[in-house]
Structures are given as C-alpha cells and as structure tokens.
C-alpha cells in the first residue's frame, strides 16, 4: 500500500468513526424524544 492508500484508509476510518458515534448520538435522541409524552392541542 503506498502513502495516498495509507492516508485515505486513515481518512475513511476517521469519517467511519464519526459516522458511527453521530449514529448512536441520533438513536439516542429518538429514543428520548419518543419516550417523552406528546402534548396534543384541543382544537376546540
């Protein structure tokens, strides 16, 4: 593997790291937002 192969493998697995913790940060969230009770609004 040659220094550009070696940098965009760095590169990839960074962005993938990334990837995967805004992932979990967001499966989260929807959790949280979904257990939350929701306030419906009388239209009377």
């Known amino acids: 593997m040659n ?3 070696r940098a965009e ?3 990839l697995r960074r962005e993938n790291f990334d990837l ?3 992932n ?3 499966g989260k ?3 949280f ?3 939350k009770p929701r306030n ?3 239209s009377n």
């Open 3 to 5: 220094e550009d192969e």
């Open 40 to 42: 419906k609004r009388n």
């Open 24 to 26: 979990e940060f967001l």
């Open 20 to 22: 995967k913790q805004d």
């Open 29 to 31: 969230a929807a959790a």
């Open 9 to 11: 493998l760095a590169r």
């Open 33 to 35: 937002f979904a257990s």
